[in-house]
């Protein structure tokens, strides 16, 4: 997400890097370069140039502290700026009414059916009951789909397969949620290959009917600039209430991201990646500090929190933290913690979130094969192995090597770690006398 740009901006703020002031000399030709790399990621010109401004206004009334490099304070300032540019905090949908009625809105492969699923499941995840329902009539198999993400996330699905009428179909489901006691109702619709007018009567038709109470504007993120201007033709008509991102992960360039919430005035509510509904980290509230980080490779430490909390079993990490105060972890610990970890998603992205391993990891792939040699390794052990590594001398290691398909020396490495990793653990446990893992429960 956000790559190509993330990389452009590093690459335009190092010419701040080594010099001892802000200048009006340097900090102009670090504009020019962050200026370029906003416009090539397909920023509009204006908005890049607004921002570019901005931020130089900042760096030059700004004393720079002593221990403070220039390089650093343009970054603080950069981030603040792209924050304010992208909406500044994250906005929030109207779901007050009973039944809330929220309609999708876009272009045809949009990605607009996945999406009303994965907001569907995350709905669903905090306890509200929702309603699917399937109103693109035109599209082949467009009921269909809905009804097999429906089904994988456990959400019912409105339907009339013989009704080729949308708007009677969206009111009907109104009339069907109340009877069976629904709160909130998603109404997938019809896109089309390019704004055109009957999309565009059709649309403001249904919202006319029904009287939603939010409207989202589904957008393909890798469109550009075409996205922007999608958008404006959508809210002149519609006067949507907030943009859902999507195909993010396949993003190149990212401006529309930074240029779609001041060109229409209206907030990006999500962001989507990848096409599995129920897949971790594919669904995200647009959060601008948390974006601007992202594309800085700053780190997000609160979202890499959010997505632990998501993915760890609550009294598997209760029993863990009783292990490691009593000092007993062992290789049982170790494999189950990897588990956990794999279902965080991607780990190229997860190790991101830490702060400074964006740009350390830059150039290195990594991806959950990465585990695979480890977990073979564990596998390998006897029961009396795991609970006990002293146990494994060199005949063992040389059985566990030919049993995992490593070399004796991944298995020596897997084991030194293990125990540097143990000698830490017993030593923050010492020195802190509290429990090494947070209590992760996100309901508190």
Same mark, same amino acid.
């Given at each position: 997400?956000?790559?190509?740009?993330?990389?452009?901006?590093?690459?335009?703020?190092?010419?701040?890097?080594?010099?001892?002031?802000?200048?009006?000399?340097?900090?102009?030709?670090?504009?020019? #370069?962050?200026?370029?790399?906003?416009?090539? =990621?397909?920023?509009?010109? +204006?908005? %890049? /140039? $607004?921002?570019?401004? !901005? @931020?130089?206004?900042?760096?030059?009334?700004?004393?720079?502290?002593?221990?403070?490099?220039?390089?650093?304070?343009?970054?603080?300032?950069?981030?603040?700026?792209?924050?304010?540019?992208?909406?500044?905090?994250?906005?929030?949908?109207?779901?007050?009414?009973?039944?809330?009625?929220?309609?999708?809105?876009?272009?045809?492969?949009?990605?607009?059916?996945?999406?009303?699923?994965?907001?569907?499941?995350?709905?669903?995840?905090?306890?509200?009951?929702?309603?699917?329902?399937?109103?693109?009539?035109?599209?082949?198999?467009?009921?269909?789909?809905?009804?097999?993400?429906?089904?994988?996330?456990?959400?019912?699905?409105?339907?009339?397969? #013989?009704?080729?009428?949308?708007?009677?179909? =969206?009111?009907?489901?109104? +009339?069907? %949620? /109340? $009877?069976?006691?629904? !709160? @909130?109702?998603?109404?997938?619709?019809?896109?089309?290959?390019?704004?055109?007018?009957?999309?565009?009567?059709?649309?403001?038709?249904?919202?006319?009917?029904?009287?939603?109470?939010?409207?989202?504007?589904?957008?393909?993120?890798?469109?550009?600039?075409?996205?922007?201007?999608?958008?404006?033709?959508?809210?002149?008509?519609?006067?949507?209430?907030?943009?859902?991102?999507?195909?993010?992960?396949?993003?190149?360039?990212?401006?529309?991201?930074?240029?779609?919430?001041?060109?229409?005035?209206?907030?990006?509510?999500?962001?989507?990646?990848?096409?599995?509904?129920?897949?971790?980290?594919?669904?995200?509230?647009?959060?601008?500090?948390?974006?601007?980080?992202?594309?800085?490779?700053?780190?997000?430490?609160?979202?890499?929190?959010?997505?632990?909390?998501?993915?760890?079993?609550?009294?598997?990490?209760?029993?863990?933290?009783?292990?490691?105060?009593?000092?007993?972890?062992?290789?049982?610990?170790?494999?189950?913690?990897?588990?956990?970890?794999?279902?965080?998603?991607?780990?190229?992205?997860?190790?991101?979130?830490?702060?400074?391993?964006?740009?350390?990891?830059?150039?290195?792939?990594?991806?959950?094969?990465?585990?695979?040699?480890?977990?073979?390794?564990?596998?390998?052990?006897?029961?009396?192995?795991?609970?006990?590594?002293?146990?494994?001398?060199?005949?063992?290691?040389?059985?566990?090597?030919?049993?995992?398909?490593?070399?004796?020396?991944?298995?020596?490495?897997?084991?030194?770690?293990?125990?540097?990793?143990?000698?830490?653990?017993?030593?923050?446990?010492?020195?802190?006398?509290?429990?090494?893992?947070?209590?992760?429960?996100?309901?508190?």
């Amino acid at each position: 997400m956000f790559k190509t740009l993330s990389n452009r901006l590093d690459k335009a703020m190092k010419t701040l890097k080594g010099q001892g002031r802000i200048t009006d000399v340097n900090i102009a030709a670090t504009m020019k #370069e962050i200026r370029k790399a906003l416009m090539e =990621a397909d920023v509009n010109y +204006k908005v %890049a /140039k $607004e921002i570019t401004d !901005k @931020i130089k206004d900042e760096a030059i009334g700004r004393k720079v502290m002593i221990d403070v490099k220039p390089g650093e304070l343009l970054v603080k300032i950069v981030h603040e700026q792209l924050m304010q540019l992208m909406g500044g905090t994250t906005a929030e949908m109207n779901l007050r009414s009973d039944p809330a009625v929220i309609l999708m809105t876009g272009l045809q492969g949009s990605g607009k059916t996945t999406f009303s699923a994965k907001l569907a499941n995350y709905l669903k995840k905090q306890g509200r009951q929702v309603l699917l329902v399937a109103c693109d009539v035109y599209r082949p198999a467009a009921i269909e789909q809905l009804k097999v993400n429906g089904q994988a996330i456990g959400v019912e699905v409105y339907s009339e397969p #013989e009704n080729k009428n949308p708007i009677a179909i =969206a009111q009907n489901s109104i +009339k069907w %949620a /109340k $009877e069976n006691n629904k !709160k @909130i109702i998603i109404i997938d619709t019809a896109g089309r290959l390019a704004v055109d007018e009957a999309m565009m009567t059709e649309i403001a038709q249904i919202k006319t009917a029904i009287q939603p109470s939010e409207i989202l504007f589904v957008v393909d993120a890798m469109t550009g600039q075409d996205a922007v201007n999608t958008a404006k033709s959508f809210n002149d008509r519609v006067n949507f209430d907030g943009v859902v991102l999507t195909k993010l992960d396949g993003d190149t360039r990212g401006g529309a991201a930074l240029s779609i919430r001041n060109v229409v005035e209206k907030p990006i509510k999500f962001i989507s990646t990848g096409e599995k509904v129920n897949e971790p980290n594919s669904f995200d509230i647009f959060n601008p500090d948390s974006i601007a980080r992202r594309i800085l490779n700053m780190g997000d430490v609160l979202k890499l929190v959010e997505i632990a909390q998501d993915a760890f079993d609550q009294q598997e990490m209760e029993k863990l933290n009783k292990k490691l105060r009593k000092n007993e972890f062992d290789f049982n610990d170790f494999y189950s913690q990897i588990q956990q970890i794999k279902k965080m998603g991607n780990l190229k992205d997860i190790i991101s979130m830490i702060p400074g391993m964006g740009k350390m990891l830059k150039e290195v792939e990594i991806d959950d094969f990465s585990l695979t040699p480890i977990e073979a390794i564990i596998q390998s052990m006897t029961p009396k192995e795991r609970n006990n590594p002293i146990l494994i001398d060199g005949s063992r290691k040389k059985r566990i090597a030919n049993g995992s398909g490593t070399s004796v020396q991944q298995v020596n490495n897997l084991i030194k770690q293990f125990q540097e990793m143990r000698k830490m653990i017993k030593k923050m446990n010492d020195s802190k006398g509290k429990r090494f893992l947070p209590n992760i429960n996100p309901f508190r």
